[in-house]
């Protein structure tokens, strides 16, 4: 049991909570797989190069990578007063979702399980020092 009172508790917890300026898409309808190939290739770069990297990339996940990036940008701005040319992309990862399970019949019977995988997408940006 942790101790202290409630209150206490969930003071101590925030005071440990990452304050740099993020954005999530959850259940984006991409695997793990195919969304991290876009992802590591703007991890590291500054936002204005990130974003002209998922511009031009022709994968599916950078589409919503892209407006991923947009909305952690806005999110800097106006929620942490922070100006655009100053950040970089500290952080990209997605984590795997819930499977959506279907069925294709096969011959004599049978029936194969297709696996529509889903992924939830996290940037976290950064001031350059």
């Given at each position: 049991m942790a101790k202290g009172h409630r209150s206490q508790i969930k003071r101590e917890r925030n005071a440990n909570k990452d304050t740099r300026p993020h954005a999530k898409l959850m259940y984006a309808r991409v695997s793990v797989q195919k969304a991290?190939?876009?992802?590591?290739?703007i991890r590291g770069k500054d936002v204005q190069t990130a974003l002209g990297i998922v511009a031009y990339n022709p994968r599916y996940a950078s589409s919503l990578i892209e407006k991923l990036l947009k909305s952690a940008i806005a999110n800097a701005e106006n929620n942490n007063g922070l100006s655009a040319e100053n950040l970089y992309v500290a952080a990209?990862?997605?984590d795997k979702g819930p499977t959506m399970k279907r069925i294709h019949p096969r011959a004599q019977g049978r029936a194969y399980r297709i696996e529509k995988r889903?992924?939830?997408i996290t940037i976290v940006l950064d001031e350059k020092k």
């Open positions: 991290n190939f876009v992802l590591e290739a990209a990862y997605a889903i992924s939830h």
